[in-house]
C-alpha cells in the first residue's frame, strides 16, 4: 500500500496506472493483477481501514 500511495502521490488517480505501482515496489504489473483486478478494486483495498 505504501508503493501504492507513492504512486498516487506522484501521478494522481487519473493518470495512475499498474504499470507505475509496480515500478514503485520493483515488481510487474502482471504480479499487481495477479492480487487486484485493476486499478479500481486496488483503490478500493488501498481506501479501506482494513484493506
Do not use: C, W
Not at 502482471?30 to 478500493?44: A, E, N, P, R, T
Amino acid at each position: 500500500m505504501e508503493a501504492t500511495f507513492r504512486a498516487l502521490s506522484k501521478h494522481g488517480y487519473n493518470d495512475l496506472r499498474m504499470r507505475d505501482i509496480g515500478e514503485e515496489l520493483d515488481l510487474t504489473r502482471q504480479v499487481i493483477h495477479y492480487h487486484f483486478d485493476g486499478k479500481y478494486d486496488l483503490m478500493s483495498s488501498f481506501s479501506t481501514p482494513n484493506g
